[in-house]
T-cell receptor, first 111, second 113 residues
Framework: AQSVTQLDSQVPVFEEAPVELRCNYS??????LFWYVQYPNQGLQLLLK??????LVKGINGFEAEFNKSQTSFHLRKPSVHISDTAEYFC?????????FGAGTRLTVKP | EAQVTQNPRYLITVTGKKLTVTCSQN?????MSWYRQDPGLGLRQIYY???????DKGDVPEGYKVSRKEKRNFPLILESPSPNQTSLYFC????????????FGPGTRLTVT
């Protein structure tokens, strides 16, 4: 079965700094990859997804992620964060109807 | 508006008192699932359903029941809640293929004392 590891449980950064949230996965078959964001007291919403094609995927709110098959990674990046990006971020991998989530990374953006 | 709704949003109950958390989606999705979210553990799947009358266990099904009598509804039942079921619960739905994203409800925060 596939699994997901988010390498950082917490990432504090200052406003306007770049950020990278790391995600590694393991699977013996081809996967689809997702990043979700959870703002305080809300459900999860999709940031972006990788299904096939270009390995650089752009999502909402200026986020992007790069699929690296050789390193089995799908890291999320943003060149300049805002206070409003403070949230929990989840990486997920999907094979067939099975979707697995990482433990989450709490991004805190400080003024 | 396409959405997944859950009720109630907050619930405090006592050990052993049966409860039901409702979930409904208006997107005609075949696939629905329930997750619980606990600090440091991410989201863990409790049960899922691939269509009406088709349900199956996820990773943490003990102490929970579900039913899928209609396509739009997928209630989560705790017959005899215990304190270790205190958690944040999410219902989600998607079309029946692996390429599609899941749409999540707003969550139900359950406290069992």
């Amino acid at each position: 079965a596939q699994s997901v590891t988010q390498l950082d449980s917490q990432v504090p950064v200052f406003e306007e700094a770049p950020v990278e949230l790391r995600c590694n996965y393991s699977s013996s078959v081809s996967v689809y990859l997702f990043w979700y964001v959870q703002y305080p007291n809300q459900g999860l919403q999709l940031l972006l997804k990788y299904l096939s094609g270009s390995t650089l995927v752009k999502g909402i709110n200026g986020f992007e992620a790069e699929f690296n098959k050789s390193q089995t990674s799908f890291h999320l990046r943003k060149p300049s964060v805002h206070i409003s990006d403070t949230a929990e971020y989840f990486c997920a991998v999907s094979v067939g109807n099975d979707m697995r989530f990482g433990a989450g990374t709490r991004l805190t953006v400080k003024p | 508006e396409a959405q997944v709704t859950q009720n109630p949003r907050y619930l405090i109950t006592v050990t052993g008192k049966k409860l039901t958390v409702t979930c409904s989606q208006n997107m005609n999705h075949e696939y629905m699932s329930w997750y619980r979210q606990d600090p440091g553990l991410g989201l863990r799947q409790i049960y899922y359903s691939m269509n009406v009358e088709v349900t199956d266990k996820g990773d943490v099904p003990e102490g929970y029941k579900v039913s899928r009598k209609e396509k739009r509804n997928f209630p989560l039942i705790l017959e005899s809640p215990s304190p270790n079921q205190t958690s944040l619960y999410f219902c989600a739905s998607r079309t029946g293929t692996g390429v599609s994203e899941q749409y999540f409800g707003p969550g139900t925060r359950l406290t069992v004392t």
